[in-house]
């Protein structure tokens, strides 16, 4: 007698095996063992290639060209967020995915944040800052890589015993400041994990950064967390409000995610609180993509992670060289293939092994591609700014808390203050303006006229991210 398994039970089944072996595999996953990790990701590759050209119409297109049998990553075009989108029921392998019924019966209602879509799939969006936001879909495998993979650096840390002792005595309560008013990111990692852990549902809470802040700093207040989690900048705003004697927690851990940080805001955080700040370098798509060590690089999981410096035209880039941009292929996700992703950061491959003994990839993330700022020089022709270089002149200006800078024309730059209570701000406008002038005159650019702004710098009211510069035009 012939039986049909059933195709729903099939796929369970298929599920929890990959996650039992995500976690078999992070936990006893050694560092240095290079020939182990080529190996895998040359078969996971060649698996994730093969299933993503039979089971998704996008790339059966995109790879008409390329021959069958092994492909080599460096021959494969490479993928942009625009493009997927565009083409988003294509991308999919999943035939009951469309874009429309996503957002019709997902993504508009917030009260599903974290939960699974169609029974099976995690879902997440980007913020946008950066144009339209992608939708990312998660199979159980892909997910499970943010659990068990992007912390598997992190045990150490947390198992530090000051911080495990702290917790135990005064509790864990976790505090984490996103954008509560959709499906991204962080907030969808968090809301998932409540929704599955009775435990965590009652000591973890998202806070919503739009909020008007005096309500905010009144909730946490409340709450008194003792882990803090969130953007970098919603985290120096906190900062700032305890140094003013408004806010009054003592958190026993920061963890920042979801923008560049600066060194400064790091350590302004740090000694504000008191605390370990854990930084995390990972994104919607690619959710378990590496982990900080204690030397402040950031190691690729690159068993699970395939993460390529290129050049304006996607050429490799040497080690010790920042990149134009990041090519990253997700090995995991079957649902929805990310292979040779454009994920816009700028980023450095360290030249020299990590002391920290971790032979994963290092890498320092310098900021986002579409951060960088042109001015004129005086021959007309344009100069590169590094935006972050720009935002260190400005935010080491004595008096300076915060600050914000725009580019508003190839020779206008619009510059947002908040000072220190004690600082005299005609004073600190004329250091800043100083120091800018100075800096530009180095840069070669033209003369940049510096606007004082009146407003003080502020969240980017669709992301809930505080964005230290950009460009307007
Ligand atoms: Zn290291």
């Known amino acids: 007698m012939r039986r049909t398994f059933p195709r729903q039970q099939a796929r369970v089944i298929r599920a929890i095996v990959r996650v039992a072996l995500i976690a078999w595999e992070a936990w006893r996953f050694r560092r240095g063992d290079d020939r182990a990790i080529a190996r895998r990701q040359r078969a996971r590759l060649q698996e994730l290639v093969r299933h993503a050209r039979t089971a998704s ?19 494969l075009p490479v993928v942009s967020k625009r493009d997927l989108m565009a083409h988003f029921d294509d991308w999919v392998t999943d035939p009951d995915i469309t874009v429309a019924s996503l957002r019709r019966d997902f993504l508009s209602d917030h009260s599903l944040v974290g939960a699974r879509y169609l029974g099976r799939y995690h879902v997440a969006t980007t913020s946008g ?46 505090a984490a400041l996103f954008v509560t008013d959709g499906h991204i990111g962080g907030s969808v990692a968090l809301e998932s994990a409540r ?10 809470r998202v806070f919503s950064v739009l909020r008007p802040l005096a309500d905010l700093v009144k909730e946490i207040n409340e709450f008194q967390p003792t882990v803090l989690e969130g953007y970098p900048s919603a985290l120096a705003l906190l900062a700032s409000e305890q ?27 740090e000694s504000t609180f008191d605390c370990p700040v854990q930084n995390r370098y990972a994104s919607a798509e690619f959710p378990g993509l590496s982990m900080e060590c204690r030397h402040g690089l950031f190691h690729v999981n690159s068993d699970w992670y395939l993460l390529e410096p290129v050049d304006e035209n996607y050429q490799p880039v040497a080690a010790g060289v920042v990149s134009h941009t990041v090519l990253v292929t997700n090995l995991a996700n079957r649902v929805q293939p990310l292979i040779r ?47 972050l270089a720009l935002v260190t002149v400005i935010e080491e200006t004595p008096g300076v808390q915060r600050c ?36 530009f005159a180095a840069q070669g650019t033209a003369r940049v006229i510096v606007e004082h702004a009146a407003e003080p710098p502020a969240v980017d009211p669709r992301s809930g991210k505080y964005r230290q510069v950009w460009s307007a035009r």
């Open 57 to 75: 119409p996008y790339y059966r297109s995109l790879y008409r060209n390329v021959p069958a049998g092994p492909v080599h990553l460096a021959s």
């Open 129 to 174: 800052t950066s144009g339209e936001p992608a939708i990312l879909i998660h199979d159980d495998a892909s997910w499970a890589l943010f659990h068990f993979v992007g912390c598997r650096g992190e045990w150490r840390f947390i198992a530090r015993w000051d911080l495990l002792s702290g917790v135990l005595r005064r509790g864990l309560r976790a």
């Open 195 to 204: 929704r599955r852990n009775a435990f965590l549902a009652n000591r973890a």
């Open 243 to 269: 140094r003013a004697g408004r806010l009054t927690i003592q958190p026993l851990l920061a963890i920042t995610a979801g923008e560049h940080v600066t060194p400064a805001v790091r350590a302004d955080i």
């Open 341 to 387: 992703y454009d994920l816009g950061d700028r980023v450095k491959l360290a030249a020299t092994p990590c002391a920290c003994g971790n032979r994963l990839p290092a890498i320092t993330v310098e900021g986002r591609t579409g951060d960088l700022l042109t001015f004129d020089a005086p021959d007309g022709t344009a100069v590169t700014v590094l935006p």
């Open 404 to 439: 914000q800078a725009v580019r508003t024309g190839p020779r206008a730059l619009r510059v947002r203050l908040e000072m220190s209570s004690d600082a005299d701000p005609d004073q600190v406008w004329r250091a800043v303006d100083e120091r800018l002038q100075a800096f």
